[in-house]
């Protein structure tokens, strides 16, 4: 069966270090994968795009790389700040245009 | 970034009355919209696929005659929950693609019901 799998339901760190979430997934061939960010009672925001012929992707603080070969993508976020507290979400894009299929989410806690 | 606009943001409601949630794109076409639920602590869920000019695509178990999705311009796309019952009591969000082909996905801010 088709999954896509956030490793942890919750990550805490302190301000200063680097967060990692990890999505994993299977029985997919993804054409993109995106993160999003989801503040409570919001919907979400988007991140950062990588395509499957792109193995590694920054913008600012934020990098994330994706593995095919291993079915999984990593999300960095560096010198985290207490506002980078949310949940964060994979999405995997099977063929542009489509709906987004979305993991469960890791929400991340940034303690000062 | 392109901005989808949802309303409203929550809506209390008596059970086995209708409600009736927008989802406007404000400053680009939207050829297909999709509606999504999300409970706590869960993913998000499709729901169904909102087509410009033509009937929406539902998912395996979402009930058409319960969640009319009616698409009649590039730019809104309404979802109507039909005779609500508490068990429908979530957290719905819409969101679109732009038609030239950017492949982000835009969200509304999401509409909170509660049926009571």
């Known amino acids: 069966s088709q999954k896509i799998e956030q490793n942890s339901e919750a990550l805490n760190i302190q301000e200063g270090k680097t967060a990692t979430l990890t999505c994993n997934y299977t029985?997919?061939?993804?054409?993109?994968l995106q993160w999003y960010r989801q503040d409570p009672g919001r919907g979400p925001v988007f991140l950062l795009l990588?395509?499957?012929?792109?193995k590694e992707k920054r913008k600012e603080r934020l990098k994330v790389t994706f593995d095919t070969t291993l079915k999984q993508s990593l999300f960095h976020i560096t010198a985290s700040q207490p506002a980078d507290s949310a949940t964060y979400l994979c999405a995997l894009d099977e063929q542009a245009g489509t709906a987004l299929i979305f993991g469960k989410g890791t929400t991340l806690s940034v303690s000062s | 970034g392109a901005v989808v606009s949802q309303h409203p943001s929550w809506v209390i409601c008596k059970s086995g009355t209708s409600v009736k949630i927008e989802c406007r794109s404000l400053d680009f076409q939207a050829t297909t919209m999709f509606w999504y639920r999300q409970f706590p602590k869960q993913s998000l869920m499709l729901m169904a696929t909102s087509n410009e000019g033509s009937k929406a695509t539902y998912e395996q178990g979402v009930e058409k005659d319960k969640f009319l999705i009616n698409h009649a311009s590039l730019t809104l796309s309404t979802l109507t929950v039909t005779s609500a019952h508490p068990e429908d009591s979530s957290f719905y969000i819409c969101?679109?693609?732009?038609?030239?082909?950017?492949?982000?996905?835009?969200f509304g801010q999401g509409t909170r019901l509660t049926v009571v």
């Open positions: 969101s679109a693609r732009d038609v030239q082909g950017s492949t982000e996905a835009f």
């Open positions: 029985n997919y061939s993804p054409a993109y």
């Open positions: 990588i395509r499957e012929n792109e």
